[in-house]
Nanobody
Framework: LVQLEESGGAPVQSGGSLRLSCAAS????????LAWFRQATGKEREGVAA???????TYADSVKGRFSISPDGTKKMFYLQMNDLKPEDTARYYC????????????????????WGQGTQVTVSS
C-alpha cells in the first residue's frame, strides 16, 4: 500500500532547478505536517525542509534561500521547489508526513513522521 509517492527527481546541471512533488494516497484524508528528507550515497538521511500545521516552514542551513516547501490547497499534495542546485544536493529525496493530529511542528528529525514515500533521485552534475 503506497502511502506517499514522490516524483520529479531527475538529472540536472549545477545551477538548475527542479520541483519535487509528494502525493498522498486517497485513504489519507489530510496531512498535518510534511517534511522532505534526503540521503546521499554513504551518508545518513537528513531533513532539508519541513512544513508545520500552522504553515511555519523550517529549512536546513544548507538549503536556505534555495529550497522552498509548499502545499497545494487540498493538503494532500506537497512540493519542494529547488533552485540553484549544487552537486552536493545529489541524493535520494523522500517526503514524510504526520497524519491525523491537530498541531505538529515542522521537525527536521525523522522520528515524528509516520508516513514515508519511496523516494525520488536527484542528481546534480557540475
Amino acid at each position: 500500500l503506497v502511502q506517499l509517492e514522490e516524483s520529479g527527481g531527475a538529472p540536472v546541471q549545477s545551477g538548475g532547478s527542479l520541483r519535487l512533488s509528494c502525493a498522498a494516497s486517497t485513504h489519507i484524508v489530510s496531512i498535518s505536517c510534511l517534511a522532505w528528507f534526503r540521503q546521499a550515497t554513504g551518508k545518513e538521511r537528513e531533513g532539508v525542509a519541513a512544513l508545520a500545521s500552522d504553515g511555519v516552514t523550517t529549512y536546513a542551513d544548507s538549503v536556505k534561500g534555495r529550497f522552498s516547501i509548499s502545499p497545494d490547497g487540498t493538503k494532500k499534495m506537497f512540493y519542494l521547489q529547488m533552485n540553484d542546485l549544487k552537486p552536493e544536493d545529489t541524493a535520494r529525496y523522500y517526503c514524510a508526513a504526520i497524519v491525523g493530529v491537530d498541531y505538529c511542528s515542522g521537525s527536521l528529525w525523522e522520528r515524528p513522521y509516520n508516513y514515508w514515500g519511496q523516494g525520488t533521485q536527484v542528481t546534480v552534475s557540475s
